[in-house]
């Protein structure tokens, strides 16, 4: 059973930079593809960027294209969010998630509890 904590969230002024980090326990990463996904109040979970196993290969929302940059750390077992030029839509709570093999925002094997973002105008 793999665990996902997520960290790295609080608030930040429209513009500014945060990076969240999801830590993994009772698995490896590199085993993983590994993403991230956001909700925002009332609205539906949205993926928002994920890395390939094996491949390295990145998937980006359009929304985050350009501004978050997903990256993963084997050694440490821990997968990274960059974002950069924050906007007040990017508000919410952001989770990670990991699935067994390649990337697809299927059938996800783990997924993290969250951390809030929030980002003021």
């Known amino acids: 059973q793999v665990q996902l904590v997520e960290s790295g969230g609080g608030l930040v002024q429209a513009g500014g930079s945060l990076r969240l980090s999801c830590a993994a326990s009772?698995?490896?990463?590199?085993?993983?593809?590994m993403g991230w996904f956001r909700q925002a109040p009332g609205k539906e979970r949205q993926f928002v960027a994920a890395i390939d196993r094996s491949s390295g290969v990145r998937y980006s929302a359009d929304s985050v294209m350009g501004r978050f940059t997903i990256s993963r750390d084997n050694a440490k077992n821990t997968v990274y969010l960059q974002m950069s030029s924050l906007k007040p839509e990017d508000t919410a709570v952001y989770y990670c998630?990991?699935?067994?093999?390649?990337?697809?925002?299927?059938?996800?094997?783990?997924w993290g509890k969250g951390t809030l973002v929030t980002v003021s105008s």
């Open positions: 009772g698995g490896t990463v590199s085993n993983y593809a």
């Open positions: 998630a990991a699935r067994w093999g390649s990337w697809s925002m299927n059938g996800i094997d783990y």
